[in-house]
C-alpha cells in the first residue's frame, strides 16, 4: 500500500502564469487539486480517521496568486501524512458559496470525526497551517512503559512491532501519521519510548535517540534497526512490506478473525529471560526439551540480572550445541513465590537452582558454602550449570512429586487474577 499522495490533479486548469493566474502545476507543486464532485471521495469519506486542508482559491486573484508557494510549503511539509488540498471558486462557485467560503485565499480544515469542520483563522503563513492540521493529527500509536511493553510485543503475535525511541516526550507527527495510516492501522502495531525508559532503552541496547526498531516473528525472534532517514516516507517504505506480506493480517481461529486480546497475551514468550509463573511456567521450564535454570531473586529481577542471564545463557547455548542438551534461563521472585523458598530453601539470595521437569520432578541448588562466601552471581551460576553438565550435580526429588502450589497475583484492573 502506498502511502497517502499529496499530488492528485483533478481537472488541470486552464490557467497561464503568464495570464497572471493560479496554476498549480503536477511537477512543481505537491498540492492536491480537486473538483467539486470529487469532494466527498477525496476528504469526507475518510473524515473518521484523516486530518485534511482545503484552499478555496479564485485564479485571478492576486492574493491567492502570492499564496500558492505558501502553501505549497504546507504540502511539502505533509507530504504523506495530510492531504493539502485546493479548489477553484472560479470553476466551481456554487460549491464555495455552499461552504459559506466569501473572500479568497480561504482555507477550512476538517479534523477527523466528530469534530466539524472550521475556517483557518491564524496568519496564512507555513507554520501556522501546518502546525493547526497537525494538532488534529490523530495517534494510535502506544505510549510504553516498563510495565506495558512485554503486553504490548506479545499480543497479536502476526504484527510487527515498531518502536520508536526517542529524547522527546511524545510522538512526533511522522509516527501519528504512521499510526493512522489505512493498512498500518490494522496491521502493524507502534510504539513510543521516551529515553527516560532506561530498562527498556537497555534492553535492546539504544545507544543513540531517535532510533527505529522493528520486531517481529510469532515470538519476536527477529530484530531490525532502521537505518535510513527518520522521514515519513522512507519509513513507511520500509515498514510496509511486512504488513503487506501478510504478516500484519490478524490472527484468526478456524477463521473468526479474532484478535488476541491483552488477557490472551503470553508475554514471556518474547522475554529472554521470563520470569517463571503459575501462568508461564509450562511454556517457560515444564514443557518441551532441557533442564531449567532458575534465578532465585527477593524481588523482581533487575535488567542489570537479565543481562547476566542473557549472556550466560548464550554461553552455554553456543557450548551445547553439538551435544544435544538443552538449557532454559529463568527467574522466579520468592518474596511472591513463598512455597517455592520453602523447597529450595537457598542460603542466601540471590540464588540460582536447575531443575529436570521430566519423568521425575528434581532440582539441584547452588551450594553458598559453609560461610556464605559463593555469591549467586554470574560466577556462582556458572560453576552450578558446569557442575551439572559435569555429571557431579546431586539432585534432590521434589516431596511427593508434587509442584507446590503456586502464588495467586493481583491482576491489573479489568484482567482476571493469576490462579
Not at 91 to 120: H, L, R, S, W
Not at 196 to 212: G, H, M, N, S
Amino acid at each position: 500500500m502506498a502511502p497517502v499522495r499529496s499530488l492528485c490533479l483533478l481537472g488541470m486548469l486552464p490557467a497561464l502564469g503568464d495570464a497572471g493566474k493560479v496554476e498549480i502545476q503536477a511537477m512543481k507543486h505537491d498540492i492536491m487539486q480537486i473538483q467539486a464532485p470529487t469532494f466527498d471521495t477525496i476528504i469526507g469519506k475518510f473524515r473518521d480517521s484523516a486530518v485534511s486542508s482545503l484552499w478555496f482559491f479564485k485564479e485571478d486573484n492576486s492574493a491567492d496568486q502570492k499564496f500558492l508557494d505558501e502553501y505549497n510549503k504546507v504540502a511539502v511539509d505533509l507530504k504523506g501524512m495530510a492531504k493539502v488540498c485546493a479548489i477553484s471558486c472560479t470553476e466551481f462557485p456554487v460549491f464555495c458559496d455552499k461552504q459559506g467560503v466569501k473572500e479568497t485565499p480561504t482555507i477550512m480544515i476538517y479534523p477527523p470525526n466528530p469534530v466539524p469542520a472550521f475556517k483557518y483563522e491564524g496568519k496564512m503563513e507555513q507554520k501556522g497551517i501546518t502546525g493547526k492540521i497537525a494538532r488534529f493529527m490523530s495517534d494510535n500509536s502506544q505510549k510504553l512503559t516498563k510495565d506495558k511493553i512485554d503486553t504490548f510485543l506479545s499480543t497479536d503475535p502476526s504484527k510487527p512491532k515498531v518502536l520508536l525511541f526517542s529524547n522527546k516526550k511524545s510522538s512526533p507527527l511522522m509516527w501519528k501519521a504512521l499510526s493512522v495510516d489505512t493498512v498500518f492501522k490494522r496491521t502493524v502495531k507502534l510504539g513510543f519510548i521516551s529515553e527516560d525508559e532506561a530498562d527498556i532503552v537497555q534492553r535492546f541496547k539504544v545507544k543513540k535517540f531517535p532510533t527505529v526498531i522493528m520486531q517481529r516473528g510469532s515470538k519476536g525472534e527477529t530484530k531490525e534497526t532502521y537505518k535510513g532517514e527518520l522521514k515519513f516516507n522512507d519509513l513507511h517504505a520500509w515498514i510496509n512490506p511486512y504488513a503487506e506480506s501478510g504478516m500484519g493480517d490478524k490472527m484468526a481461529g478456524g477463521g473468526s478473525g479474532k484478535e488476541e486480546s491483552v488477557e490472551e497475551a503470553k508475554p514471556w514468550l518474547v522475554q529472554e529471560v521470563p520470569e517463571l509463573t503459575s501462568k508461564s511456567h509450562n511454556d517457560v521450564c515444564f514443557k518441551g526439551e532441557g533442564l531449567c535454570v532458575i534465578y532465585l531473586t527477593e524481588g523482581a529481577a533487575s535488567q542489570a540480572d537479565i543481562e547476566m542471564l542473557t549472556g550466560l545463557s548464550k554461553k552455554f547455548t553456543s557450548q551445547l550445541s553439538d551435544r544435544g542438551a538443552k538449557m532454559k534461563w529463568m527467574w522466579m521472585n520468592l518474596a511472591v513465590e513463598t512455597n517455592y523458598k520453602d523447597l529450595f530453601q537457598p542460603a542466601q539470595l540471590p540464588s540460582a537452582v536447575v531443575f529436570n521437569p521430566h519423568k521425575r520432578l528434581r532440582f539441584t541448588a547452588l551450594d553458598h558454602g559453609e560461610d556464605n562466601e559463593v555469591k549467586g552471581d554470574q560466577q556462582g551460576i556458572e560453576k552450578l550449570v558446569d557442575k551439572v553438565l559435569g555429571g557431579d550435580a546431586r539432585f534432590k526429588m521434589v516431596p511427593g512429586q508434587k509442584l507446590p502450589a503456586w502464588a495467586q497475583r493481583e491482576a491489573a484492573a479489568g484482567k482476571k487474577a493469576e490462579l
